[in-house]
């Protein structure tokens, strides 16, 4: 039987032509032998590969151009697992990094420790709302989703988690506007890419479509600035993650729809524009 260290330096040799990662062979190997890490892989890399078959299985999936979370059905954000597949998108560190920029910023407008509303606009994995209550532990959380199949996999993770938190399906701002819902806080990772041509084949070819990219004629950012009103409380924050060729048309957009508001833009870890804070009073 061959070692863990064997199988990883066999898979990296054949995986570097498909572009496979040593991290994703790593993840990979750490999930069949139920390590908490993928660097034990490393500390146990002369240990005997007793779950080799199924490995060879799964890491045939990765030389099809399969992502590594859903080969495994796990994605770890900000430190939280959770269950993932086809029917929602991969958790990125880009929006890690608006709920870092989210907590940073919500002491200019409230107390955080006080019982806020907050939606997670297009909720998909519930990633959103996981972190969330870990960093607020305080506020009701509400999260919607177009999509019903994304709202089975949110509920699992929700669950899995301890996240107390109201799923409802229907798109945009429609399902707090029914149920008169009223709002402190609005996060949201809508779909936003308008270029396809910048999308990774693995991307284009397993996540689901309709996460992924902008249709203005259908615009959640349109949306959310039209009925804003409609669900506000008091004052409002809103918090999105956005296409980093975007600030024009959301600019537009908010001086359309939105009144007596303030708002930043700002830069994710790469330079480029992520991020869009608005604060309506």
Not at 107 to 115: K, S, V
Not at 228 to 244: D, H, N, Q, R, S
Not at 252 to 272: I, S
């Amino acid at each position: 039987m061959a070692s863990i260290y064997d199988a990883y330096l066999k898979a990296m040799n054949v995986g570097k032509e498909h572009g496979i990662t040593s991290q994703d062979i790593r993840v990979l190997i750490a999930h069949e032998m139920g390590f908490a890490a993928p660097i034990d892989t490393l500390y146990h890399k002369d240990d005997e590969f007793t779950k080799i078959d199924q490995f060879e299985s799964d890491f045939a999936k990765l030389l099809q151009g399969m992502p590594v979370e859903y080969v495994i059905n796990e994605a770890t954000f900000l430190h939280t697992k959770l269950y993932v597949d086809q029917r929602v998108l991969i958790p990125r560190m880009e929006t890690e990094e608006l709920i870092a920029n989210l907590s940073e910023r919500i002491m200019d407008y409230y107390d955080p420790r006080n019982y806020l509303v907050c939606a997670d606009v297009g909720t998909g994995s519930g990633a959103i709302l996981c972190a969330i209550h870990s960093l607020f532990p305080n506020w009701l959380l509400v999260g919607n989703d177009i999509s019903e199949q994304a709202i089975e996999v949110a509920k699992k993770n929700l669950k899995d988690n301890n996240v107390h938190a109201t799923l409802i399906h229907g798109p945009s701002l429609e399902p707090y506007i029914k149920s008169n819902t009223k709002l402190d806080v609005i996060i949201s990772n809508p779909p936003y890419i308008l270029n396809r041509d910048e999308v990774q084949d693995s991307v284009k070819n397993y996540e689901p479509e309709e996460a992924l990219y902008l249709d203005k004629e259908h615009s959640v950012y349109e949306e959310i600035f039209r009925d804003y009103k409609k669900v506000k409380k008091g004052t409002l924050l809103m918090a999105f993650e956005i296409g980093y060729d975007l600030e024009e048309y959301l600019t537009e957009l908010m001086g359309k729809y939105l009144v007596d508001y303030d708002y930043e833009f700002v830069k994710d870890l790469n330079g480029l524009t992520r991020f869009l804070f608005v604060f309506c009073r």
